[in-house]
């Protein structure tokens, strides 16, 4: 007879931040002490910049309080209006920042199997007010960057992407960040690598490097010079030394999850109607969250009930990104909002479940997830 799995004896959520060792912590906050720099591009910043190359490539980086205000400053920099191409299946802020500059998302479906902006669909949603595409690396997949780069170049339109999940993830050997005008990656607390709050812009172009710089304070060009209108989006020294206490622990994190996800796979790719992301694509995958997919044709039971369920064994899982943008109150009534243009979209968002990923997770708890999982797919809904 098989044994229930036990329920975790403390919640198990699904991500939990990287910390460093506390003293290390305090050194730099001594040397903040010491000059009494707490913010506008102190030594910390300055340094962070620096080192954040070796992670996100050689373009030009401005870092920020947090990704969305990162993203909405590049929406601004970039001049974009009117219409915004973008993906349903995403975090609140990607059409957000869109709507708070009076732009309109316009949402078109995605790709099956990435789960980004399907390519093939972005044309037939260009009209004459179409001034760029706003598209986001889910959990880390890159987009079809080619495919994004050609429609934008032949129609004249910008590429923003929202990478937030991307941090160190490449295509062909190339930094993501080298792909579009600009790429943001959020810092939060629950990114892989963070600065408890936190976000950066990367892009090729020094012009638009000086003109995010600009922008992130308030405009201000010098003591006596304000040259655009700006907001205050720069991150602070607290959140560059949390950074800097970090980078060097992006590796080994990355190696656990790795492990984790491993098990995580060999346990879960055998369920029927479960399918389990890859691992070993031509792409340097971020290990940002780790997403299940839920088919309740063959499962017999819904994602939502396994999501329910597994809160019994002390599991929080989340369902990022359902319900999608297209459902939340300020875009359902958008004729590109309708289900029928969005199927694709609408059926992953009713399948995804990310599980809980991160390095301190350890093998032997991932495997008790994997048990947990297994044991409600079996019992079926209750
Ligand atoms: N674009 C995309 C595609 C994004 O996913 C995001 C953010 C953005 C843009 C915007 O970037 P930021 O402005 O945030 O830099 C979380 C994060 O707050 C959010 O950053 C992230 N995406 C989103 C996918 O997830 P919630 O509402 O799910 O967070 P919360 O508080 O429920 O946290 C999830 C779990 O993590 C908690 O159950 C416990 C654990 N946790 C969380 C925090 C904050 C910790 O253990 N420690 C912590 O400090 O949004």
């Given at each position: ?16 931040p ?9 050194r730099?906050l001594?040397?903040i002490?010491?000059?009494a720099?707490?913010s ?5 910043h ?5 080192r ?12 920020f309080n947090n ?69 986001v ?25 929202d ?18 005008d600009a790429t943001?990656f959020?810092f939060?607390?629950?990114?892989l690598f ?8 990367v ?8 003109r ?66 890859r ?7 971020s ?34 990104f359902?319900p999608?943008?297209?459902?939340y109150?300020?875009?359902?009534d ?7 243009n ?23 708890a ?9 044991s ?7």
């Amino acid at each position: 007879m098989s044994t229930q799995p036990r329920p975790f004896e403390q919640p198990i959520y699904v991500a939990r931040p990287m910390l460093p060792e506390f003293a290390d912590y305090t050194r730099h906050l001594e040397a903040i002490w010491k000059c009494a720099i707490l913010s506008n591009g102190g030594p910390q910043h300055i340094e962070l910049e620096r080192r954040l190359h070796a992670h996100l490539g050689e373009g030009h980086i401005s870092l920020f309080n947090n990704g969305t205000n990162a993203l909405m400053t590049a929406v601004k920099a970039l001049d974009l209006s009117g219409e915004v191409i973008t993906t349903p299946f995403t975090f609140a802020a990607t059409p957000h920042v869109l709507s708070w500059h009076g732009i309109r998302p316009v949402f078109v479906d995605i790709d099956e199997h990435s789960m980004t902006l399907d390519p093939g669909k972005i044309e037939a949603a260009i009209t004459p007010q179409t001034t760029g595409i706003l598209a986001v690396h889910v959990y880390g997949n890159p987009c079809d960057v080619w495919a994004i780069e050609h429609i934008a170049r032949k129609r004249g339109l910008k590429v923003l992407y929202d990478g937030a999940h991307a941090f160190g993830t490449k295509v062909e050997g190339r930094p993501i960040a080298t792909f579009g005008d600009a790429t943001m990656f959020s810092f939060h607390a629950t990114k892989l690598f963070h600065t408890a709050e936190g976000g950066a812009i990367v892009m090729n172009d020094a012009n638009l490097k000086r003109r995010m710089d600009l922008l992130k304070n308030f405009g201000i060009a010098d003591e006596v010079t304000v040259r655009a209108v700006g907001v205050n989006s720069k991150m602070n020294e607290l959140q560059a030394a949390m950074g800097l206490c970090l980078v060097d622990a992006v590796a080994e994190e990355k190696a656990k999850r790795h492990a984790v996800a491993e098990v995580y796979n060999e346990r879960l790719a055998g369920l029927p109607g479960v399918t389990v992301p890859r691992l070993a694509d031509p792409v340097v995958d971020s290990l940002q969250y780790y997403c299940l997919r839920i088919d309740r044709r063959e499962t017999g039971i819904s994602r939502d009930a396994v999501y329910d369920a597994l809160k019994h064994y002390n599991i929080f899982a989340r369902r990022y990104f359902y319900p999608l943008c297209s459902d939340y109150d300020p875009y359902r009534d958008l004729p590109s909002s309708a289900r029928e243009n969005l199927p694709v979209a609408n059926r992953v968002g009713e399948e995804v479940l990310c599980l809980p990923f991160f390095g301190a997770l350890g093998t032997e708890a991932a495997e008790r997830v994997c048990a947990a999982v297994a044991s409600v797919i079996a019992e079926g809904p209750r």
